[in-house]
């Protein structure tokens, strides 16, 4: 197959041998941008979907760049949690011209911890996950780049690995923002007492985690990079009719991130 293009927001489609044929766009609201989830950015979508025109892939890889401007630190090596959050690992490494070194090897037969049933198959499923590569990291200063820290379940035993491996200081960056808020959009988080960003403990979270230091990237940091390179080609097609008319108002849903939902909650 080859990439043809995107289905629009509310857009009804028929795909026939012959042709692609719009049947029907459902208009939102007037006024009203899109909502298009962020998170698929951050964290569940494969790096080499295309979303809004752009590549997953080169998101996670400025939401690093911005993070190296956001949150600097002194240190050998750049490092991921594989592999959702390589990408902006590359970009961190790059941005700061630091070594990008592989530290944890991960088993490719263990499924996303995030989304198991409870927190003790998540737990068993993190001391599966990951073995180390000890001899990239023996004595020296890391920078771990996570995609998220939802729960607070897979950092700390990574933690503890590579300083039980022979890591000097372990430094966590975040490409993402905390995430505070529960979705009703369809992602299970059902309570804000399950996320680490509204516990006591995230007042003293690199302690918590056994870190040296724990930064998150800004939500304003998130959105530029989201957003830079859609609002940089709608201004280049500005003078193309039928392409300004498709593209419409940049919107992102970040309710997750700012308690801002994009509907009216009804309760």
Not at 6 to 12: D, N, Q, R, S, T
Not at 33 to 58: H, L, N, T
Not at 120 to 142: E, I, T, W, Y
Request: aromatic residues 8%.
């Amino acid at each position: 197959c080859r990439y043809y293009r995107e289905v629009l927001p509310g857009e009804i489609v028929k795909i026939s041998r012959y042709e692609v044929q719009t049947l029907d766009v459902v208009p939102r609201p007037e006024g009203d941008p899109s909502a298009f989830c962020i998170f698929e950015y951050v964290y569940f979508a494969r790096p080499d979907s295309i979303f809004e025109g752009q590549m997953v892939y080169s998101v996670r890889k400025r939401c690093g760049q911005q993070l190296a401007i956001e949150a600097p630190v002194e240190a050998d090596l750049v490092s991921t949690v594989p592999e959702s959050a390589t990408p902006a690992a590359l970009g961190y490494a790059q941005k700061c011209g630091l070594p990008y070194v592989e530290v944890l090897c991960k088993n490719r037969y263990v499924g996303r911890t995030f989304i198991q049933p409870n927190m003790r198959l998540r737990q068993l499923g993190v001391a599966k996950k990951f073995g180390v590569l000890s001899d990239n990291f023996k004595g020296k200063r890391v920078v771990i780049i996570d995609d998220s820290i939802v729960r607070g379940n897979t950092i700390s035993p990574i933690i503890k690995l590579l300083r039980e491996s022979g890591a000097k200081e372990v430094h966590i960056r975040v490409a993402s923002p905390p995430i505070k808020f529960p979705c009703y959009m369809g992602i299970n988080i059902p309570t804000k007492e399950e996320l680490i960003a509204n516990r006591p403990e995230f007042h003293d979270l690199a302690n918590y985690i056994g870190a040296d230091s724990v930064v998150y990237l800004s939500v304003e940091g998130l959105v530029s990079s989201v957003q830079e390179s859609i609002k940089a080609r709608q201004e280049s097609e500005n003078n193309l009719k039928t392409q300004k008319s498709l593209a419409g108002k940049i919107g992102h849903c970040t309710a997750c991130l700012t308690g801002e939902y994009p509907v009216e909650l009804e309760w």
